[in-house]
């Protein structure tokens, strides 16, 4: 099955940085999306991003699927932002609606 | 907005007890999925329905069944609890087989003693 590589694994940062996190996937895919799941354990969509640029408020996402790999960049940071960030790919193989795999998550600490 | 239940955050059981997890969405989504999360395996599929009383095989689902009766409810069905069956379940709709954002619900921790 296809395979979705996430860096790094963890990240700790001080309030007000920047940061990138990266995803990697093995095969051509029909949905990407980006969650943050909070600390009581629900996953939150962040960007729903199969190909492109998008972007809401502090958080923006570019998925370049000819190169198989997305990245989410998160600006000026806060403590708020802490937890864990999963990228979730459908492939296209599977013709769609098929379940996400999901990658092993950065966890992001943000350190007032 | 999309809004997806499931019936309990926290669930307690013992083995071998019959467990039902439940869950609603309210978008009249076509695709509906139950997943379980554990430490350092991260989020993997365990079954997922794309209608009415069809259900599909993930990548897991020794020990589950679901059911899906109606197109806004799907139930986790563990036959028979055993401890290793203790994890967090996360159910997960979308739309079609074009447009496959999916939105997840609360999660249950499920415990079984």
């Known amino acids: 099955g296809i395979q979705v590589e996430q860096s790094p694994p963890d990240l700790i940062l001080q309030e007000g940085a920047n940061s990138t996190l990266r995803c990697n996937f093995s095969?051509?895919?029909?949905?990407l999306q980006w969650f943050h799941q909070n600390p009581w354990g629900q996953l939150i969509n962040l960007f729903y991003?199969?190909?492109g640029t998008k972007q809401n408020g502090r958080l923006s996402a570019t998925t370049v699927a000819t190169e198989r790999y997305s990245l989410l960049y998160i600006s000026s940071s806060q403590t708020t932002d802490s937890g864990v960030y999963f990228c979730?790919?459908?492939?296209?193989?599977?013709?769609?609606?098929?379940?996400?795999?999901f990658g092993k998550g950065t966890h992001l600490i943000i350190q007032p | 907005d999309v809004k997806v239940t499931q019936s309990s955050r926290y669930l307690v059981k013992r083995t071998g007890e019959k467990v039902f997890l439940e869950c609603v969405q309210d978008?009249?989504?076509?695709?509906m999925f139950w997943y379980r999360q554990d430490p350092g395996l991260g989020l993997r599929l365990i079954y997922f329905?794309?209608?009415?009383?069809?259900?599909e095989k993930g990548d897991i689902p020794e020990g589950y069944s679901v059911s899906r009766e109606k197109k806004e409810r799907f139930s986790l069905i563990l036959e028979s609890a055993s401890t290793n069956q203790t994890s967090m379940y996360l159910c997960?709709?979308?739309?079609?087989?074009?447009?496959?954002?999916?939105?997840f619900g609360q999660g249950t921790r499920l415990t079984v003693v």
């Open positions: 991003i199969p190909s």
């Open positions: 095969d051509s895919v029909n949905n």
């Open positions: 997960a709709s979308s739309f079609g087989r074009e447009l496959t954002e999916a939105f």
């Open positions: 329905s794309y209608d009415v009383k069809m259900k």
């Open positions: 979730a790919v459908e492939p296209r193989s599977g013709g769609g609606a098929d379940g996400l795999t």
């Open positions: 978008m009249d989504h076509e695709n």
